[in-house]
């Protein structure tokens, strides 16, 4: 049978032309038990629309497993690799993930405590909340009234030695009802969207490109991001801007020299426009958090040098600075008409294109709001590809 698809329902703050292309449902077929016609038309979708949703799922880890893989037959391990080892145990991502042993690439991630859970006897987990990784806080007045912020916009990646996963499977089981919160900016303009409880909020990262003025355009088709070593260890310390996306330069990093061993052939530089392998889109993927250094190639021979920023092209490594014009790129695409907030109910299985989307973590649970979902996602077997000789021709 061939798959249906149906528009996302948008929440009254998106802007519906801007989600013309962004997210689908999919009806019709068990993502658990795809056939190969129905798992090709699965992926053609996933990359033209970036998101997919498949409601009532009932999917083992195993099969979570086989369907993630099948987007990169030749991906092996979890996509921040093993996650116990010695290098990584003071990330900040190491206390949100538990494994589930049968299936070591799925991961049981949540909040409260889950019991006799595939194999797992007690898993006590954590939403992440803001308050652990934002230079401020939501006072905790105003988060009785139900006030809260994004918690990190994103790319699932390693950003060190693995691949960025081509997609992330996440699967809801135990979905805690409550009211609804609003996820405030904080950054000055004002900017709020009413959330579901726990949503996790998704942003295009081809709007994220297309809603640029064309100096930005030019700059982010010529240029590329140096992710720090150990890049979830170096942050650590480090604390990130209300609304989420990226880090404020304090100087409170890591020092290099205080990372575990590292090589800089394991350090990843990756374009800032990857290409879609469907559309052929570009869309803006940059990890915010992890970045250290931009660099920006000249313009190509015949390109338009005026009102060109950094024509002669640059090497940025003033963390400050770096960080400053990442924002100034990638925060219009998280405005509120922007973000499409998924109201997560029990049973959901939401596909999306991990290289084509930026995702957060939203709000704050009590600690006795049970949530319990699986989380997959794989290092992929290539590194994105970015923009090709034409498109630098066209937008530089
Ligand atoms: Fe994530």
């Known amino acids: 049978m061939a798959i249906q698809l149906s528009p996302l329902p948008l929440p009254a703050s998106a802007d519906p032309s ?16 795809l056939s190969p016609e129905q798992f090709s038309e699965v992926r053609e979708a996933l990359y033209k629309y970036d998101a ?4 009532n799922a009932t999917v083992s880890p195993e099969q979570q497993y086989a369907l993630t893989k099948a987007f990169d037959p030749a991906s092996e391990s979890y996509g921040h690799g093993n996650n116990k080892t010695e290098g990584t145990v003071k990330s900040i991502l190491h206390p949100d993930l538990k494994t589930i042993p049968r299936v070591p690439q799925v991961q049981l991630i949540g909040n409260g405590t889950v019991y006799n859970h595939e194999g797992l006897a007690e898993a006590k987990l954590k939403h992440p909340h803001h308050r652990t990784f934002h230079k401020t806080a939501v006072s905790l007045e105003d988060e009785a009234k139900g006030h809260t912020r994004f918690y990190r916009w994103h ?24 009211s609804p919160q609003v996820c405030r900016y904080d950054d000055g303009t004002g900017d709020e969207l009413p959330v579901p409880l726990g949503t996790t909020a998704f942003v295009s990262g081809k709007t994220m490109f297309n809603i640029l003025p064309p100096e930005l355009k030019s700059v982010a088709v010529r240029a590329r991001v140096k992710y720090s070593p150990h890049p979830y260890v170096w942050m650590a310390p480090a604390h990130a801007k209300p609304t989420g996306l990226g880090i404020e330069s304090e100087g409170l990093e890591v ?3 205080d990372l575990a ?8 530089v990756f374009p800032v426009l990857w290409k879609n392998p469907v559309t052929g889109d570009l869309h803006f993927q940059v990890h915010p958090c992890g970045v250290s250094e931009l660099l920006i190639a000249p313009l190509p021979a015949g390109a338009n040098r ?10 940025l490594k003033d963390l400050k600075e770096v960080r400053d014009l990442l924002y100034k790129m990638q925060r219009p695409a998280i405005a509120p008409p922007l973000v499409y907030p998924h109201d997560w109910r029990e049973n959901d299985f939401v596909l999306f294109h991990n290289r084509g989307v930026l ?17 997959c996602n794989l290092a992929a077997s290539d590194e994105p590809v970015g923009p090709a000789e034409e498109d630098v021709k066209k937008w530089a």
Do not use: C
Not at 155 to 178: F, H, S
Not at 306 to 315: I, K, V
């Open 255 to 257: 020092p290099l020299g």
């Open 359 to 375: 995702h957060s973590v939203v709000g704050a649970f009590a600690p006795d709001q049970v949530r319990a979902f699986h989380q």
């Open 306 to 315: 005026e009102g060109a920023l950094y024509p002669d092209g640059a090497h």
């Open 155 to 178: 790319i699932d990646a390693a950003l060190y030695d693995l691949n960025p996963p081509r997609v992330t499977t996440l699967y809801g089981l135990t979905v805690p009802q409550g």
């Open 52 to 55: 997919l949703l498949f409601r």
């Open 18 to 33: 801007k989600f013309a292309e962004f997210g689908r449902e999919v009806i019709g077929v068990d993502p658990g038990n």
């Open 261 to 268: 061993s590292w090589e800089e052939g394991k350090v990843k």
